[in-house]
Structures are given as structure tokens and as C-alpha cells.
């Protein structure tokens, strides 16, 4: 059984931070999309509508190994997002990597707007919501208020009990990603 966390906010030390997906399975998986419906329009709409169902699925991230650390802190979810320098290693590592497959992978597909757009929509609520430059001015409109309490209670991150079970869905879903980019549009 997946067990679900009961509080997003993880704390490390008194430093609050949301759990993500990684990138690179959002990445792929909204320009898959793209590839698949040929449309840019619907690529970035359905690009933003994976999105929160890959966050639904239990997955392995960052949260993982901050689990039940933040119930004892009180400390209030809609603070800036950071953690430790290892957290922004990790970050920074994942978006490098998803980045460069995206931009080794995009030319095979003729440089396709439908896969690029499909991409970025499966990336904005992240980048919007969590993106550190951006999150606290994002959180303070009425709207992102609404949003990032969405965005909050829809996520599903994996405990360290069962880190592996998310890490599964994470692999899965960059190689069926991958395989609908390279190999599988054609079907469609």
C-alpha cells in the first residue's frame, strides 16, 4: 500500500520546501504529449493537466527524505521554498539532465512547437508555484493563493518506506515519455 504524506510542507531544520516531481519526468512527459496530439494548443493545455496527474501518482522526490520532519516545526507551507545545498544539487542536476535530453531529443522531432509546447505547459506549475524566483509574489495574488493550495493537496510523494515503489514510477514514466518522443508518435 502507498502510503501518502499527510502534510506537503517539508522542513529541513526550520527552512520550509514543497516536494516535486522531478523535471525530467514532467518534461517528457508534456512533450510526448505534444508529439501525440500534433496540436501546440492542446499540447500545453493537456501539458498542464498531466502535470498534476503525474504529481498524483506516488513518486520518489526530494520530500521523500524530509518526511514527518515538519509537523513538529509548525511551520506555515507558503514560505519560500529551500533547503539544504544537497536539495539544490539535486534540483539543479535534475533540470540539467531533463534539459539536455529535451534539447537532444527535440531536433528528431523536426524541431516540433506541439512537443516544445507540450513541455512547457507540463513544466509551468512548477516553475509558477515553486520556482524560487518567482513563488512568493506568485502566492500572493489571489489566484496563486488558490492555485498553490491546489497544486499542494493534489501531490503525492512516496515515504521513505517505499522510496522505491516511487522511484519506479518516476523511470517508468521518463521511458514511456522517451519511447512516445522517439519511437511511438508514429503510431498515432
Known amino acids: 500500500m502507498v502510503e501518502r504524506c499527510p502534510d506537503k510542507t517539508e522542513v529541513v531544520g526550520s527552512i520550509p520546501t514543497l516536494p516535486t516531481m522531478f523535471f525530467t519526468s514532467h518534461l517528457l512527459a508534456g512533450g510526448a504529449i505534444g508529439a501525440v496530439t500534433g496540436e501546440p494548443v492542446s499540447a500545453f493545455l493537456l501539458g498542464i493537466v498531466s502535470h498534476h ?3 498524483r501518482t506516488p513518486h520518489t522526490d ?6 514527518g520532519r515538519w509537523a513538529k516545526l509548525g511551520v506555515d507551507r507558503s514560505n519560500f521554498m529551500i533547503a539544504r545545498p544537497l536539495d539544490w544539487a539535486v534540483g539543479l542536476t535534475d533540470l540539467a539532465i531533463g534539459t539536455a535530453i529535451a534539447l537532444m531529443i527535440w531536433p528528431q522531432t523536426g ?18 508555484d515553486n520556482g524560487p524566483f ?39 514514466i521518463i521511458v514511456l515519455a522517451l519511447w512516445l518522443l522517439l519511437v511511438g508518435s508514429s503510431y498515432f
Open 62 to 67: 526530494i520530500g521523500t527524505y524530509y518526511w
Open 111 to 128: 524541431y516540433s512547437m506541439p512537443v516544445l509546447f507540450g513541455a512547457l505547459g507540463a513544466v509551468l506549475p512548477d516553475l509558477i
Open 53 to 55: 496527474l503525474l504529481d
Open 134 to 172: 518567482i513563488q512568493r509574489l506568485f502566492r500572493k495574488t489571489k489566484f496563486g493563493k488558490a492555485y498553490h493550495e491546489f497544486h499542494w493537496r493534489f501531490h503525492s510523494t512516496a515515504s521513505p518506506k517505499i522510496w522505491y515503489i516511487g522511484l519506479l514510477t518516476q523511470v517508468a
